[in-house]
């Protein structure tokens, strides 16, 4: 059996600074991968030549295969044939100047929200442009594309005391429906806020997680819903199917079909056509996200989970808009809820939670709620626990769900939460 992938990818990223271009990057990434199954053993070979034969790939392959150990789970998904055409005319109409002029008119939008920002740090606009041809020996043939861009806003505000820095980024699939004025405005609002924020003093204390900060954690907690986690013994849901491992609030899906999504995709990495996946539902364990091979390995339904993050790579289980569905409550209405505790807005050191256990312990700043209201800045604090815990003492969800690239999350409302500040 063996697998070809044909993909090319074109990159843009401008980045401002006082209204010049600072920097330029405009790159095209061309490749062709093969991945082999010879006796039970995979092998894997790629080249960056758009011209590489196909022949000498699949060669290249089979002699890696050989020093592999065998695996009598592997396969390819059954055969396919479609070609999705996804429109492009959104990022082709508009001009690498007017690109610039994004990531310029951000930077304006920034240093003109109050005399208290000092500063734009690195104001950005990126986009990718992907194109992708998968064919096996199963008899699959599809090809489709995908695109997105996104900006960034950092905020610098000083009052003279010190100064205060929060980024927000935004996601889009068309350059011109980019809402700098929200993403500048957001990011310079929390960064002013901030100034004046002193440490709490240690405690248990209701939290609110802002949609960001809820979204990252989500991000950490992915890996625990892989099939090749579960077959490995490496996640905490091992066992667990259909037991209710968190609150009855949360309900978590993985969607490559959702419209609009930003990683919505018509097939996986292997060319399995995409799906919609329940992986907790009301807080019970519904399912897994998995590739062809492991499907099988770990004995659970194929959810078409297989991301190729460059052609160099061979593909592996990812996610597809992976998110926690939103509430009816908006984030006043849980503020109100939680009368008095910790708003969370960012986070700082969470890549060092234990993705397998979930323990945690980061920097985090946001705001102290007194009957409902924010009432001051707080900095300098640490939170702790563990995310499995924190996810079972949710107690609402936010309606406010908005996705940063593969992942989202509305603002989520946990019952306790340990501080360790003054």
């Known amino acids: 059996m063996h697998e070809l992938c044909r993909q090319t990818v074109h990159y843009i990223t401008v980045e401002v600074k006082n209204g010049s271009v600072e920097a330029l990057d405009r790159s095209t990434e061309v490749g062709i991968a093969a991945r082999v199954v010879l006796d039970g053993r995979q092998g894997f070979a790629y080249s960056t030549r758009p011209d590489a ?11 890696a295969a050989r020093n592999t150990d065998p695996d009598p789970f592997l396969c390819f998904p059954a ?37 208290l920002i000092r500063g734009a740090r690195k104001p950005l ?21 995908h695109a997105v861009c996104a900006v960034r806003a950092t905020a610098i505000a000083d009052d003279g005391n010190g100064p205060e820095w929060t980024t927000e980024i935004r996601y889009g699939l068309d350059p011109a429906n980019l809402d700098l004025k929200e993403t500048a405005e957001t990011a310079a609002q929390r960064a002013v806020s901030y100034l004046g924020g002193r440490a709490i003093a240690s405690c248990h204390t209701p939290c609110l997680f802002h949609r960001n900060v809820a979204t990252d954690i989500l991000g950490v907690l992915a890996s625990s819903f892989f099939a090749d986690a579960l077959f490995g013994g490496k996640t905490m849901l091992s066992g667990k199917l259909s037991e209710k491992i968190f609150s009855d609030r949360i309900t978590i899906v993985d969607d490559a079909t959702l419209k609009e999504g930003f990683s919505s995709v018509p097939f996986d990495a292997e060319g399995a056509l995409a799906k919609r996946t329940v992986l907790v539902e009301n807080g019970i364990l519904k399912g ?3 590739d062809t091979s492991y499907a099988k390995k770990a004995n659970v339904s194929h959810s078409s989970s297989s991301t190729r993050s460059s052609i160099t790579q061979p593909p592996k289980i990812g996610v597809h808009n992976l998110h926690v569905l939103a509430g009816k409550s908006t984030p006043a209405d849980l503020m109100r809820l939680m009368n008095r505790g910790l708003h969370v807005t960012d986070v700082l050191g969470l890549h060092t939670a234990n993705p397998i256990t979930g323990d945690f312990s980061v920097g985090a700043a946001g705001y102290w709620i007194e009957n ?5 800045g707080v900095k300098g604090i640490t939170i702790a626990g563990n995310l ?26 946990v019952e306790e939460v340990a501080v360790s500040g003054n």
């Open 388 to 413: 499995h815990e924190l996810f079972k003492k949710i107690v609402g969800t936010g309606s406010d769900l908005k996705f940063k690239g593969s992942a989202g999350s509305p603002s989520i409302l």
């Open 372 to 376: 409902g209201v924010p009432t001051h």
């Open 53 to 63: 034969s196909e022949k000498e790939l699949i060669k290249m392959a089979s002699l």
């Open 125 to 145: 606009y990126d986009e990718v442009i992907k194109n992708v041809h998968i064919t096996n020996s199963n008899g699959a043939d599809v090809s489709f594309s």
């Open 79 to 115: 055969g396919t044939k479609a070609a999705i055409r996804t429109p492009l005319e959104a990022f082709s109409k508009i001009t690498i100047e007017q690109k610039i002029g994004i990531a310029k008119d951000l930077e304006a939008k920034i240093l003109g929200y109050s005399p």
């Open 288 to 290: 897994f996200l998995s």
